[in-house]
């Protein structure tokens, strides 16, 4: 049961350009939204979060949008960079102070290729 | 300031043998998350634990497998009797605060399991 989906395994978008990568969830107790980048053979690095009171946060060049009626969220990335390139993954947890413990269900990962 | 630390990076091992992964959270945090990533797929939570506890272990497989985290050193997964569908990467992750929204988890760099 794949409670959280990246549906596109891979983006490919020329450097300057936006990146918008996508992200589904079906278990409506989600609270708390993340996005990880990972590079080969490195752990994932924490990119930006959003809790479901939000519908949009921003830190520089990235802006992660949540739309809780369409169960989607969005990562955009503008202007893209090669140094992007790598997987990116969405995340989900349930309510903080409930019995989930922050524990984090992932997507499959979409692979970003910026070109130069 | 030391990141998450795991290892060995790499370890191979023949079928029926013990595979021990090791995991250094980062100083101060005394909760540990364990994460296995297939080939092809996202990260799936196996076990969350606290200093001598473990907390929650529904992600973890009921036999074979267990983790530790004791009062000094680093938390030990452990799997006995490794079996080929055991080979992935395996990642831990430390955080100061468990199921606090908006509390990081911060990622070691894997490690991956290859069974012979």
């Known amino acids: 049961d794949q409670q959280v989906k990246q549906n596109s395994p891979s983006l490919s978008v020329q450097e300057g350009r936006i990146s918008i990568l996508n992200c589904d969830y079906t278990?409506?107790?989600?609270?708390?939204f993340l996005w990880y980048k990972k590079y080969p053979a490195e752990g994932p690095t924490f990119l930006i979060s959003?809790?479901?009171?939000?519908d949009k946060n921003e830190d520089g060049r990235f802006t992660v949008f949540l739309n809780k009626s369409a169960k989607h969220l969005s990562l955009h990335i503008v202007p893209s960079q090669p140094g992007d390139s790598a997987v990116y993954f969405c995340?989900?947890?349930?309510?903080?102070?409930?019995?989930?413990?922050?524990?984090?269900?992932f997507g499959q990962g979409t692979i970003l290729t910026v070109h130069p | 300031n030391a990141g998450v630390m795991q290892n060995p990076r790499h370890l191979v091992r023949r079928r029926g043998q013990e595979a021990r992964l090791r995991c250094s959270p980062m100083?101060?945090?005394?909760?540990v998350y364990w994460y296995r990533q297939l080939p092809e797929e996202g990260l799936k939570f196996m076990v969350y634990?606290?200093?001598?506890?473990?907390?929650?272990e529904s992600g973890m497989p009921k036999e074979r497998f267990s983790a530790e985290f004791p009062k000094e050193g680093p938390s030990i997964l452990r799997i006995q009797q490794v079996v080929r569908g055991d080979s992935a990467a395996y990642f831990c992750?430390?955080?100061?605060?468990?199921?606090?929204?908006?509390?990081?988890?911060?990622f070691g760099p894997g490690t991956r399991l290859l069974v012979l």
């Open positions: 992750a430390s955080t100061t605060l468990a199921g606090v929204r908006g509390e990081t988890q911060y």
């Open positions: 278990n409506s107790m989600f609270d708390y």
């Open positions: 959003i809790s479901s009171i939000k």
């Open positions: 995340a989900a947890s349930l309510n903080a102070g409930g019995t989930s413990y922050g524990k984090l269900t």
């Open positions: 100083k101060g945090h005394s909760h």
């Open positions: 634990l606290q200093k001598e506890n473990i907390i929650d």
